[in-house]
């Protein structure tokens, strides 16, 4: 039996479980508490900025694999000297972990990304801002952000004193997009590859709101474009396991990197019910070095609409009672305004209606949120 | 949260974990080991004829559901008396626990089944005999069977002399049929009914081998008549849950009921990939009072083989480095000469090319297994 240890217990390890009880794999999951998302299964607590505790849930396992990115690089390098298997490997993580890095890495790949600089607050200079197309411009902390946190517009240095006393600041080009994509795939130990259709996302507040999938209206030669970068950066990095490659569709019709995630992602979770694989099956088999799935489409379209707050059981009863054929996931975390706390799926032949079926229920199941006072 | 308490860790208890997850479902499992095929998630090892032991277990959920059929009536009674929810209800049950209270009360609801009749060894006469329409016929113990076991074809009375000295053996008819079908639905508490198509299944010694979904070349009549019989024994009986009600199709174009399973179904597991909402998914919201989901099929045809023996990681990646559009469901259960050990599903609109397929993939996993030297 193979056995997969997560680090991290959020709802990315939680979404495994299912995936690896069809499969037969044993997982467990090391979290920072018992009542994370993914303690459905054995779960460990622990801190994972603590080498010995992640060693010894290690020993229990054949691979260890992550739900986010901020394993610090000094622990997953003490893994690999106490032996253990870990996909992806920490110089494909260090990408992740540190967005500056991926810049560097992505740059010398000779990969289309927005114009970048790295400043600290003694060489936040005239000539850094004019190299990434002057104010405004994007600053991001290299470290530690997820869903809009650590991203900032900025129109003045003034805007990010505070994180230029803290260390080094990411600044980036504000690309003129006309959309965000993201393109999934997965790599293999084998070296096989499979990408999925390349899928639209929209944030809100940084945050991913709704996903369509394909990306409707794709130029053909864009959704191959962001296939082979997608494949180039999994290949030449040896990233094991999904990767997630969110892009920039720029109003010159170019495709620019504008982050990636090794792992699954939330703007894959459409296709759980839209393709034969899903992202999650995907990965444990990848990361346990199976072959992987067929990533055809089981209907024309997919669309994912997120929930945040909470999803109460009232909601998603009335959300149910309108639409049978849409899928609502529940993460069981605690209410918490913003908070990332479930999604709606629906796939269909005909993109529209799936649409407003996913947005009605959403806005059902938000309305009981409202309604239980957490706001 | 909705707390389901599932009494029987095999593998359709495992099975319902996947969709417990999705729903954010709180399922729990009342097993006789913590090596059972479900105790992925948290069990109570236990006895289920121990009626403290089951209600204790209770104690912690909102709704008790089953994996079987085999708890007794006074454990399912004791549990009303206690307070507990139980879906199905022992009314219910008593059909699935006693294939003679089954036979008879079928019969008292008009519903068309096998000719049938209760022996004693006092009683096992020629009359009897005429009445199922003379030897051979089918011999049945009224209590624990499953998957053959329990059930003779006879050619005279000796040929159950064994079970006569221990109580009353059911007779039945042994039906001229072409085929054996089975009609899986869902009936929640609200009195919202949903079936899925009526399938193709195939026994080998009284076991299932293989089930196509829908079941092919069937007369349009047949597949209206096999939902009404469903819905009306569901209905007339109250059986919350899923229903799977196997059938016989005569020669002379009669569907006569042969068993009925108030629980998912070895017949259903196709729909997991095939439709919307699977069998699990369902037996969940329908045992919580949720509404039911879409049963619509998302390809035109659907085929399942029943893995046999043992399931091991090499038998499962050959099989899916030949078919990565195939699915197989290993039920992690310890290695033992024909138990069932794990599934393989393919859907497509191709039937012959998905039934080609899964045999295959199902000869490619068995051969793992004996080369293992399990035979």
Not at 81 to 103: C, Y
Not at 311 to 327: N, R
Not at 356 to 370: D, K, P
């Amino acid at each position: 039996m193979v056995r997969v240890g997560i680090i991290g217990g959020g709802q990315l390890a939680r979404m495994m479980i299912p995936a690896a009880i069809t499969l037969g794999f044993d997982v467990r999951v090391f979290a920072d508490s018992e009542d994370s998302s993914a303690s459905v299964v054995k779960t460990t607590v622990g801190d994972y900025t603590n080498l010995q505790e992640v060693l010894a849930f290690a020993e229990g396992v054949d691979v260890v694999t992550f739900d986010h990115e901020h394993v610090p690089r000094h622990v997953l390098l003490g893994l690999i000297d106490g032996g253990v298997t870990l996909n992806p490997s920490p110089d494909a993580l260090a990408l992740t972990f540190d967005k500056s890095v991926m810049r560097q890495v992505l740059s010398h790949l000779g990969i289309p990304q927005p114009r970048w600089v790295i400043v600290r607050s003694d060489t936040f200079t005239q000539g850094a801002i004019e190299a990434v197309g002057g104010f405004p411009c994007i600053a991001k902390k290299p470290i530690g952000g997820y869903d809009g946190k650590g991203v900032r517009l900025i129109a003045s240095e003034s805007d990010i004193m505070d994180w230029l006393d803290e260390g080094p600041v990411l600044l980036e080009e504000k690309v003129d997009f006309v959309r965000e994509l993201s393109q999934l795939s997965a790599l293999n130990p084998n070296g096989d590859w499979a990408g999925w259709d390349v899928v639209q996302t929209s944030q809100v507040e940084g945050v991913c709101s709704e996903v369509f999938a394909p990306a409707p209206n794709l130029d053909p030669r864009m959704a191959r474009d962001s296939r082979a970068l997608a494949r180039r950066i999994a290949e030449a990095l040896g990233v094991i396991g999904v990767l997630a490659v969110e892009l920039f569709e720029t109003r010159d019709g170019r495709l620019l990197v504008n982050e990636l995630a090794m792992r699954p992602h939330n703007s894959g979770h459409v296709y759980t019910e839209l393709s034969v694989t899903s992202q999650f099956e995907q990965h444990l088999r990848a990361v346990a070095g199976y072959c992987l799935g067929s990533t055809e489409k089981r209907a024309m379209h997919g669309v994912m609409v997120n929930l945040f707050g909470a999803v109460s059981d009232e909601g998603a009863q009335s959300a149910y009672s309108m639409y049978p054929e849409i899928k609502i996931h529940n993460y069981q975390k605690s209410p918490r305004r913003g908070r990332k706390a479930g999604h709606i799926v629906a796939v269909g032949d005909d993109f529209s209606q799936i649409l407003t079926e996913c947005r009605r229920a959403a806005e059902i199941v938000g309305v009981h949120y409202y309604d239980e006072g957490h706001e």
